[in-house]
């Protein structure tokens, strides 16, 4: 079997997987939205979803509705790099990679990227804040570093695709 076909097989599957997960990811985020539309329901005192904070801490509903939001922004994120990432493997696929539309794809899976690794820092800060109101022990931010060459890597890859593309386009027009 020629690498083309294994490439377009192994496409294939993953096209399938990636599919998959961003159906997880939708039922993920659907689980925590219809608890906190019940709390906010049954409770209009209080919201009592579980993020990283444990329901019976007393903490402000504010902090809470922000830990909320940045799960939704992190969730939203990773099901668009999904969505993207299915269109590039589709391409892949069909045998036709380089092409200026997986340019744009990487493109914006880097700015996903960006985003959710704002959002860990924002977890991170409202963190602190929750942790600070209950208790008087020093807490330490979890600020991720390991993401950043990732989000490098990925812009990286999308001038590579655009310089791919530019170039299999000059090599269309000779022939």
Not at 126 to 136: N, R
Not at 148 to 168: D, K, N, T
Request: no cysteine.
């Amino acid at each position: 079997m020629s690498r083309i076909a294994s490439a377009r097989r192994v496409a294939r599957i993953a096209v399938v997987i990636v599919r998959g997960l961003r159906m997880m990811v939708a039922f993920v985020a659907l689980l925590p939205l219809a608890g906190a539309i019940a709390s906010l329901l049954s409770l209009p005192i209080g919201l009592h979803v579980q993020i990283g904070v444990p329901a019976e801490v007393p903490v402000a509903i504010g902090l809470r509705v922000a830990l909320l939001a940045a799960a939704y922004v992190t969730l939203g994120a990773i099901w668009r790099v999904l969505g993207l990432l299915s269109g590039l493997l589709a391409t892949i696929r069909d045998g036709s990679p380089f092409v200026r539309e997986n340019s744009d794809r990487l493109t914006a899976m880097a700015w996903m990227l960006v985003i959710m690794q704002a959002a860990h820092i924002a977890v991170s800060v409202l963190e602190a804040a929750i942790l600070h109101q209950v208790s008087d022990e020093r807490y330490f931010l979890n600020i991720p570093i390991a993401g950043i060459p990732a989000v490098i890597l990925v812009f990286v890859l999308a001038w590579v695709f655009r310089v791919g593309s530019e170039m299999r386009a000059e090599l269309d027009q000779v022939i």
